[in-house]
T-cell receptor, first 115, second 115 residues
Framework: DADVTQTPRNRITKTGKRIMLECSQTKGHDRMYWYRQDPGLGLRLIYYSFDVKDINKGEISDGYSVSRQAQAKFSLSLESAIPNQTALYFC??????????????FGEGSRLTVL | AQSVAQPEDQVNVAEGNPLTVKCTYSVSGNPYLFWYVQYPNRGLQFLLKYITGDNLVKGSYGFEAEFNKSQTSFHLKKPSALVSDSALYFCAVRDKPDSNYQLIWGAGTKLIIKP
Protein backbone atom coordinates (compact mmCIF):
# COMPACT_ATOMS: atom_id res chain seq x y z
CA ASP A 1 0.00 0.00 0.00
CA ALA A 2 1.10 3.53 -0.76
CA ASP A 3 2.39 5.64 2.13
CA VAL A 4 0.51 8.70 0.83
CA THR A 5 -2.90 7.94 -0.63
CA GLN A 6 -5.04 10.37 -2.58
CA THR A 7 -8.70 9.97 -3.48
CA PRO A 8 -10.16 10.25 -6.01
CA ARG A 9 -7.43 9.63 -8.58
CA ASN A 10 -9.55 11.10 -11.35
CA ARG A 11 -12.57 13.38 -11.20
CA ILE A 12 -14.59 15.21 -13.81
CA THR A 13 -16.97 17.84 -12.55
CA LYS A 14 -18.88 20.89 -13.70
CA THR A 15 -18.34 24.56 -13.07
CA GLY A 16 -19.77 25.68 -9.75
CA LYS A 17 -19.68 22.28 -8.07
CA ARG A 18 -17.97 21.72 -4.73
CA ILE A 19 -15.16 19.21 -4.85
CA MET A 20 -13.10 17.60 -2.11
CA LEU A 21 -9.81 15.85 -2.65
CA GLU A 22 -8.64 13.69 0.20
CA CYS A 23 -5.20 12.70 1.34
CA SER A 24 -4.19 10.20 3.99
CA GLN A 25 -0.73 9.08 5.02
CA THR A 26 0.82 6.30 7.02
CA LYS A 27 4.28 7.82 7.29
CA GLY A 28 3.59 9.44 10.64
CA HIS A 29 4.69 12.85 9.38
CA ASP A 30 3.29 16.00 10.91
CA ARG A 31 3.83 18.14 7.84
CA MET A 32 1.46 17.90 4.90
CA TYR A 33 1.12 19.89 1.70
CA TRP A 34 -1.18 20.36 -1.27
CA TYR A 35 0.38 21.22 -4.62
CA ARG A 36 -1.03 21.88 -8.03
CA GLN A 37 0.80 20.80 -11.21
CA ASP A 38 0.15 22.43 -14.56
CA PRO A 39 2.11 21.60 -17.72
CA GLY A 40 5.04 23.96 -18.14
CA LEU A 41 4.55 25.54 -14.72
CA GLY A 42 6.00 22.99 -12.37
CA LEU A 43 4.40 22.65 -8.95
CA ARG A 44 2.76 25.44 -7.02
CA LEU A 45 1.93 25.27 -3.34
CA ILE A 46 -1.71 25.72 -2.41
CA TYR A 47 -1.75 25.10 1.36
CA TYR A 48 0.47 23.47 3.94
CA SER A 49 0.04 22.29 7.49
CA PHE A 50 2.71 21.61 10.07
CA ASP A 51 0.34 20.00 12.56
CA VAL A 52 -3.37 19.56 13.16
CA LYS A 53 -3.80 23.10 14.48
CA ASP A 54 -1.53 24.77 11.94
CA ILE A 55 -2.78 25.72 8.46
CA ASN A 56 -0.93 28.06 6.13
CA LYS A 57 -1.66 29.52 2.74
CA GLY A 58 0.69 28.86 -0.12
CA GLU A 59 1.24 30.94 -3.20
CA ILE A 60 -2.06 30.08 -4.91
CA SER A 61 -4.65 29.55 -2.14
CA ASP A 62 -7.45 31.63 -3.66
CA GLY A 63 -10.43 29.45 -4.55
CA TYR A 64 -9.27 26.62 -2.29
CA SER A 65 -9.69 25.64 1.33
CA VAL A 66 -8.26 22.83 3.42
CA SER A 67 -9.05 20.81 6.49
CA ARG A 68 -6.58 18.91 8.65
CA GLN A 69 -8.84 16.34 10.29
CA ALA A 70 -6.05 14.39 11.96
CA GLN A 71 -2.30 14.00 11.75
CA ALA A 72 -2.80 11.52 8.94
CA LYS A 73 -5.51 13.32 6.95
CA PHE A 74 -5.44 16.55 4.96
CA SER A 75 -8.26 17.45 2.58
CA LEU A 76 -8.40 20.05 -0.15
CA SER A 77 -11.72 21.62 -1.17
CA LEU A 78 -12.76 23.66 -4.14
CA GLU A 79 -15.87 25.48 -2.96
CA SER A 80 -17.06 26.39 -6.44
CA ALA A 81 -14.94 24.80 -9.12
CA ILE A 82 -14.00 26.74 -12.24
CA PRO A 83 -12.35 25.49 -15.46
CA ASN A 84 -8.95 27.03 -14.72
CA GLN A 85 -8.73 24.77 -11.67
CA THR A 86 -8.37 21.86 -14.05
CA ALA A 87 -5.01 20.40 -13.04
CA LEU A 88 -3.17 17.54 -11.41
CA TYR A 89 -3.18 17.89 -7.63
CA PHE A 90 -0.62 16.34 -5.34
CA CYS A 91 -0.55 15.78 -1.63
CA UNK A 92 2.85 15.48 0.01
CA UNK A 93 4.31 14.95 3.46
CA UNK A 94 7.62 15.65 5.12
CA UNK A 95 9.27 14.67 8.36
CA UNK A 96 9.66 17.67 10.67
CA UNK A 97 12.80 16.11 12.13
CA UNK A 98 14.54 16.83 8.82
CA UNK A 99 13.47 20.46 8.89
CA UNK A 100 13.81 22.34 5.67
CA UNK A 101 16.53 20.03 4.33
CA UNK A 102 14.28 17.01 4.09
CA UNK A 103 12.55 15.64 1.08
CA UNK A 104 8.86 15.50 0.30
CA UNK A 105 6.92 12.27 -0.10
CA PHE A 106 4.18 12.51 -2.70
CA GLY A 107 0.92 10.78 -3.36
CA GLU A 108 0.14 9.60 -6.86
CA GLY A 109 -1.98 12.59 -7.70
CA SER A 110 -5.61 13.49 -8.30
CA ARG A 111 -6.46 14.59 -11.81
CA LEU A 112 -9.33 17.08 -11.74
CA THR A 113 -11.18 18.27 -14.82
CA VAL A 114 -13.67 21.10 -14.49
CA LEU A 115 -16.02 21.48 -17.46
CA ALA B 1 13.05 37.09 -6.29
CA GLN B 2 13.73 33.43 -5.92
CA SER B 3 13.47 31.39 -9.10
CA VAL B 4 14.45 28.14 -10.73
CA ALA B 5 14.96 27.64 -14.46
CA GLN B 6 15.06 24.42 -16.39
CA PRO B 7 15.98 25.74 -19.83
CA GLU B 8 15.09 22.61 -21.77
CA ASP B 9 11.52 21.41 -22.07
CA GLN B 10 12.75 18.08 -23.43
CA VAL B 11 16.03 16.22 -23.62
CA ASN B 12 16.56 13.28 -25.97
CA VAL B 13 19.38 10.83 -25.33
CA ALA B 14 20.28 7.47 -26.81
CA GLU B 15 20.42 4.56 -24.40
CA GLY B 16 23.93 4.06 -23.04
CA ASN B 17 24.95 7.68 -23.61
CA PRO B 18 25.54 10.14 -20.78
CA LEU B 19 22.70 12.48 -19.94
CA THR B 20 22.48 15.95 -18.44
CA VAL B 21 19.35 17.78 -17.33
CA LYS B 22 20.05 21.44 -16.61
CA CYS B 23 18.92 23.58 -13.70
CA THR B 24 19.86 27.11 -12.74
CA TYR B 25 18.60 29.04 -9.75
CA SER B 26 18.41 32.48 -8.25
CA VAL B 27 18.20 32.95 -4.48
CA SER B 28 19.31 35.59 -2.04
CA GLY B 29 21.04 33.29 0.41
CA ASN B 30 22.56 29.84 0.44
CA PRO B 31 20.35 27.44 -1.50
CA TYR B 32 19.07 24.03 -0.64
CA LEU B 33 18.67 22.24 -4.00
CA PHE B 34 16.64 19.17 -4.89
CA TRP B 35 15.90 16.93 -7.85
CA TYR B 36 12.69 14.93 -8.17
CA VAL B 37 11.50 12.52 -10.85
CA GLN B 38 7.96 11.86 -12.00
CA TYR B 39 7.19 8.68 -13.90
CA PRO B 40 4.00 8.56 -15.99
CA ASN B 41 0.84 8.52 -13.88
CA ARG B 42 2.85 8.59 -10.67
CA GLY B 43 3.71 11.07 -7.98
CA LEU B 44 7.07 12.74 -7.69
CA GLN B 45 9.94 10.84 -6.14
CA PHE B 46 12.99 12.35 -4.47
CA LEU B 47 16.27 11.73 -6.30
CA LEU B 48 18.93 13.75 -4.49
CA LYS B 49 19.69 17.00 -2.73
CA TYR B 50 22.47 19.47 -2.05
CA ILE B 51 22.51 21.09 1.36
CA THR B 52 26.17 21.76 2.06
CA GLY B 53 29.57 20.17 1.65
CA ASP B 54 30.79 18.27 -1.41
CA ASN B 55 29.59 19.88 -4.61
CA LEU B 56 28.97 16.49 -6.24
CA VAL B 57 26.03 14.68 -4.73
CA LYS B 58 24.93 11.16 -5.56
CA GLY B 59 21.36 9.98 -5.50
CA SER B 60 18.99 7.21 -6.46
CA TYR B 61 19.09 5.15 -9.66
CA GLY B 62 22.69 6.13 -10.46
CA PHE B 63 21.98 9.84 -10.79
CA GLU B 64 24.27 12.56 -9.54
CA ALA B 65 24.26 16.34 -9.59
CA GLU B 66 26.90 19.00 -9.35
CA PHE B 67 26.40 22.19 -7.42
CA ASN B 68 28.20 25.13 -9.03
CA LYS B 69 27.88 28.26 -6.94
CA SER B 70 29.58 30.61 -9.40
CA GLN B 71 27.27 29.53 -12.21
CA THR B 72 24.27 29.11 -9.88
CA SER B 73 23.61 25.73 -11.43
CA PHE B 74 22.67 22.26 -10.21
CA HIS B 75 22.69 20.01 -13.27
CA LEU B 76 21.51 16.42 -13.03
CA LYS B 77 23.71 13.81 -14.67
CA LYS B 78 24.01 10.11 -15.30
CA PRO B 79 26.94 8.41 -17.04
CA SER B 80 24.90 5.87 -18.99
CA ALA B 81 21.20 6.38 -19.70
CA LEU B 82 18.59 3.65 -19.50
CA VAL B 83 15.26 3.56 -21.32
CA SER B 84 13.66 3.32 -17.88
CA ASP B 85 15.08 6.77 -17.04
CA SER B 86 12.50 8.31 -19.35
CA ALA B 87 10.40 10.55 -17.14
CA LEU B 88 9.74 14.15 -16.13
CA TYR B 89 12.44 15.70 -13.96
CA PHE B 90 11.98 18.65 -11.62
CA CYS B 91 14.56 20.85 -9.97
CA ALA B 92 13.57 22.73 -6.82
CA VAL B 93 15.25 25.23 -4.50
CA ARG B 94 14.68 26.46 -1.00
CA ASP B 95 16.27 29.72 0.12
CA LYS B 96 16.55 29.16 3.84
CA PRO B 97 16.56 32.66 5.25
CA ASP B 98 13.34 33.61 3.53
CA SER B 99 11.88 30.29 2.55
CA ASN B 100 9.01 29.90 4.96
CA TYR B 101 9.66 26.23 4.23
CA GLN B 102 8.40 26.63 0.67
CA LEU B 103 10.13 25.09 -2.31
CA ILE B 104 10.39 26.93 -5.61
CA TRP B 105 10.00 24.51 -8.50
CA GLY B 106 11.28 24.50 -12.04
CA ALA B 107 8.84 23.84 -14.88
CA GLY B 108 10.20 20.35 -15.47
CA THR B 109 12.23 18.68 -18.20
CA LYS B 110 10.96 15.68 -20.09
CA LEU B 111 13.74 13.16 -20.56
CA ILE B 112 13.35 10.68 -23.40
CA ILE B 113 15.82 7.82 -23.68
CA LYS B 114 15.70 6.06 -27.03
CA PRO B 115 16.78 2.43 -27.41
Amino acid sequence: DADVTQTPRNRITKTGKRIMLECSQTKGHDRMYWYRQDPGLGLRLIYYSFDVKDINKGEISDGYSVSRQAQAKFSLSLESAIPNQTALYFCATSDPRTGDTGELFFGEGSRLTVL
Amino acid sequence: AQSVAQPEDQVNVAEGNPLTVKCTYSVSGNPYLFWYVQYPNRGLQFLLKYITGDNLVKGSYGFEAEFNKSQTSFHLKKPSALVSDSALYFCAVRDKPDSNYQLIWGAGTKLIIKP
